[in-house]
C-alpha cells in the first residue's frame, strides 16, 4: 500500500512536470507562416461490379413427340364394380377423353386389357374381363374410333395391379387397362 | 345355414364312430393309441389293416428300400379313407399273425407282409395281404423297378389292397395337374395325388390355365398365352411339344374333354360373347351350345356324357345351369348365394361340387343334380375355389388362399381330412387325372 502510494504520487508529480512544461513550450512558439496544406495525392479506385448472371434458355433440337407418347401420355384406364362389366358415368367420361387423344393421333394402335379382383373362380373371370374390355371398345367405336385400332384381351384375375386382399386393391384391379400397340 | 349345421353333424358322426370303434375294438384299441388319431372319415369302413416293418435281402441297401416302401404304402392306405391303418415296428409277420389271430374281433382284419430285395441294380419288391382270421394269403404281387420308380411301385402295390379288399381300384397311382408359378411363368405342372413328385410339363413362358386331362390320361388340355392370345394348347401327360387345339380369336378357356374322349368341351369368345361349344379333340366340327347375351363358362360333363353343367350369368348372377349334351332343356341349378360357378360333377353322377360366394371369400359346396340339399364343405379364409373329384368320387381337391397365395389341397367327400399338397409359389386349377389305364 505505502508503495503504490508512492507510485502514484510520482506519476502525478510527472503528470504536472508535464503539463507545465508543455504550457510554457507553447508560449514560446511564434507562427511565422501558414502553408497550404499538401494537395492529396489520390488514386482513382477501381469500380469492381458483379456482373448480373442471367442464364438464357437454349431452344433444344426440336423433337417431335411421338403419336405413341402423346397418347401414352394422356388416356386413361377405366375402372369397373364387382362382378359388373357395365360403364359408370366417370368411365364414360374417361373413355370419351380417350377417344379424342385416338382421333388426334390415328397411327396409334391399343390393346385393351380386361382385368378382375380376385373374387370368383379364374375362368368366370377370365369371361368378365373379356366383356369389360369390350365394353371399353365398343365406347370407342361408338365413339367414331376404326375398330381396326383397338384390339381386346382378357387376363382374367391372374394380373393383377395391386396385389392386396382388400377393397382398395379390387377396386384398382377390377379395370379395362389401356396399352399402346408398339 | 348348413355351414353351421355342418360342424355338428361332424361330431356327431366322429362320436358315432368312436363310440362304435370302442365298442368293436375294445380288446385292442388300448395297445394301438395311434389307430383313432388316423380315422376321421365318417365314411371309414370297418376294416382294419396291420403294417409291419417290411423285411429286406441281406444286402444293406434293400432295407432302406423296404422302408420307404413300407412309409409309402402306410400313407396310401390312410389316404384311401377306407382302412384304420396299425403300423407295427416288428418284422416276424408269421408269429405276429398267430398272436393276432389270436383276439381278432368281428372287424375285418388283414396283414400287409412286404420284403425288398436287389437283384441286378434293380429292386425287387415282393408283397402279400394275408387275412387274419383265417391266415389265408389273399394276395400276392411282386414287382421289380429302379430306384426312380420306387414311388410308382408303391402306389401300384397299394392299388391292389385297395382292390382286393373293396373291388375297386384304389387312387394311389393318380396324379393331379395344376398351374403353377414357381417358375415365373404360370405353367401346367403334374404331380403324384399325395403331392409328391411334382413336373412342369409346359414351357410356354407365359400364362397358361385349367388343365383337363383326357380320359385315358395321355393328354392334357390347357389354356396358354404364350402367341398373345388365350388359345386352347394339348400337351402330353409327360411333356413334350405342345399343339393346338384351337386359336380362335378371343377366350379359348375352360376346356373338358368328355367322358369318352370324343369331344371336348370348351368357351370360346369368337362371337363377341363367352358361350359353350363342343369339338372334336382334333378341332375339327366345331359346334355353339349355348345362345345368350350372358357369360357361359366352365363347362363339366355328366359322367354318362348327356349332360353338361355349366356357369352362366343370365339370371343376373354367375349361377350353375344344366344343359344336355345338344344345347337343350337348359335348367337353374342353384338359386341360394349371389355367386356360384366352377361346376364339378361327380364320378358316380349324383352330385355337383361347386365354389359359392360367402361374404367376400369363396367356399367348396356339393349338392345333388338336382340342385338340392346344398353342403358347405370348407369354412376358411380367402377363396375356396376350383373342385374337382377323384376319380373314385371319395375326395375332392381344390385350390384355397387359406394360407395367403392359392395353394392345391385335398379333402374327403364330407369336407373331413383336409390336407395340403403344395407349399411353394401360386397354385392352383387342380385336375384330377383318371386312374392310369383307365377309360
Not at chain 1, 508529480?13 to 502553408?35: D, M, R
Not at chain 2, 382294419?48 to 441297401?61: L, T
Not at chain 2, 373338358?256 to 358361350?275: F, M, Q, V, Y
Not at chain 2, 395367403?404 to 409359389?425: C, F, K, P, Q, S
Request: a neutral charge; one cysteine or more.
Amino acid at each position: 500500500m505505502p508503495r503504490r502510494g508512492m507510485l502514484f504520487a510520482v506519476l502525478a508529480l510527472l503528470v504536472v512536470a508535464l503539463l507545465v512544461s508543455f504550457g510554457c513550450a507553447k508560449k514560446k512558439v511564434t507562427p511565422t507562416q501558414e502553408l497550404p496544406p499538401p494537395p492529396v495525392q489520390t488514386t482513382p479506385a477501381e469500380e469492381i461490379e458483379e456482373p448480373e448472371v442471367q442464364p438464357e434458355e437454349v431452344p433444344e433440337p426440336v423433337q417431335e413427340e411421338t403419336p405413341e407418347e402423346k397418347v401414352a401420355a394422356q388416356i386413361q384406364d377405366v375402372f369397373f364394380a364387382f362382378d359388373d362389366y357395365s360403364l359408370t358415368e366417370k368411365a364414360r367420361n374417361v373413355l370419351a377423353n380417350n377417344a379424342k387423344v385416338l382421333a388426334e393421333n390415328p397411327s396409334v394402335k391399343i390393346l385393351i386389357e380386361g382385368h378382375c379382383d380376385e373374387r370368383g373362380t379364374v375362368e368366370y373371370n377370365l369371361a368378365l374381363g373379356e366383356k369389360r374390355a369390350l365394353s371399353a371398345k365398343n365406347y370407342l367405336v361408338n365413339y367414331g374410333l376404326d375398330p381396326g385400332r383397338t384390339s381386346i384381351i382378357s387376363y382374367g384375375k391372374e394380373h393383377p395391379f395391386d396385389p392386396g386382399h382388400n377393397e382398395e386393391a379390387w377396386a384398382k384391379n377390377r379395370r379395362a387397362h389401356f396399352v399402346i400397340k408398339k | 345355414m348348413s355351414s353351421r349345421r355342418r360342424p355338428k353333424i361332424t361330431i356327431l358322426l366322429s362320436l358315432a364312430s368312436l363310440i362304435c370303434s370302442l365298442l368293436l375294438f375294445a380288446d385292442v384299441t388300448a395297445q394301438e393309441p395311434e389307430v383313432h388319431l388316423e380315422i376321421r372319415t365318417s365314411e371309414a369302413r370297418s376294416v382294419k389293416i396291420y403294417v409291419p416293418k417290411f423285411d429286406a435281402s441281406d444286402s444293406e441297401g434293400a432295407g432302406v428300400f423296404a422302408d420307404r416302401f413300407k412309409n409309402i404304402v402306410t400313407s396310401d392306405l390312410e389316404r384311401s379313407g377306407f382302412f384304420e391303418v396299425v403300423t407295427v415296428p416288428v418284422a416276424d409277420v408269421s408269429s405276429l399273425l398267430q398272436e393276432l389271430k389270436g383276439k381278432v374281433g368281428s372287424t375285418e382284419e388283414v396283414l400287409v407282409e412286404g420284403k425288398a430285395s436287389l437283384e441286378g441294380g434293380k429292386i425287387v419288391f415282393e408283397g402279400r395281404l394275408h387275412e387274419v382270421a383265417s391266415l389265408k394269403t389273399i394276395m400276392n404281387k411282386r414287382y421289380r423297378f429302379s430306384d426312380r420308380a420306387l414311388r410308382r411301385a408303391a402306389h401300384r402295390f397299394s392299388d391292389e389292397i385297395v382292390l382286393q379288399l373293396t373291388g375297386e381300384r384304389g387312387i394311389a397311382s393318380t396324379s393331379i395337374a395344376f398351374i403353377s408359378a414357381q417358375s415365373g411363368a404360370k405353367e401346367v405342372c403334374v404331380m403324384d395325388y399325395d403331392g409328391q413328385r411334382k413336373k412342369q410339363i409346359t414351357m410356354e413362358k407365359s400364362l397358361c390355365l385349367s388343365p383337363d386331362w383326357s380320359p385315358d390320361g395321355l393328354k392334357i388340355a390347357y389354356t396358354s398365352y404364350s402367341r398373345g392370345n388365350p388359345d386352347l394348347h394339348v400337351v402330353g401327360r409327360y411333356g413334350g411339344k405342345p399343339g393346338t387345339l384351337s386359336a380362335y380369336r378371343g377366350l379359348n378357356s375352360s376346356p373338358a374333354w368328355s367322358p369318352s374322349g370324343r369331344k371336348i368341351a370348351l368357351t370360346l369368345t369368337r362371337d363377341g360373347n363367352a358361350e359353350i361349344y363342343l369339338m372334336n379333340p382334333d378341332g375339327s366340327e366345331l359346334r355353339r351350345l349355348t345362345r345368350h347375351p350372358a357369360i357361359d363358362s366352365s363347362p363339366s360333363w355328366a359322367p354318362n356324357g348327356r349332360q353338361l353343367a355349366f356357369t352362366s350369368d343370365r339370371g343376373g348372377s354367375p349361377q350353375i345351369y344344366v344343359m344336355e349334351s345338344d344345347g337343350s332343356n337348359v335348367r337353374r341349378l342353384t338359386f341360394k348365394g349371389s355367386y356360384n360357378d366352377s361346376p364339378a360333377w361327380s364320378p358316380d353322377g349324383g352330385r355337383i361340387a361347386y365354389a359359392s360366394r360367402i361374404g367376400n371369400s369363396f367356399q367348396i359346396f356339393v349338392m345333388d343334380i338336382a340342385g338340392m340339399t346344398p353342403v358347405q364343405l370348407t369354412d376358411s379364409r380367402g377363396n375356396n375355389e376350383n373342385p374337382e373329384w377323384s376319380p373314385d368320387g371319395r375326395q375332392i381337391v381344390f385350390s384355397s388362399s387359406r394360407g395367403g397365395e392359392r395353394d392345391i389341397y385335398v379333402m374327403n367327400a364330407d369336407g373331413t381330412n383336409v390336407r395340403r399338397l403344395t407349399h411353394a409359389g401360386d397354385n392352383f386349377n387342380p385336375s384330377w387325372s383318371p386312374r392310369p389305364g383307365e377309360e
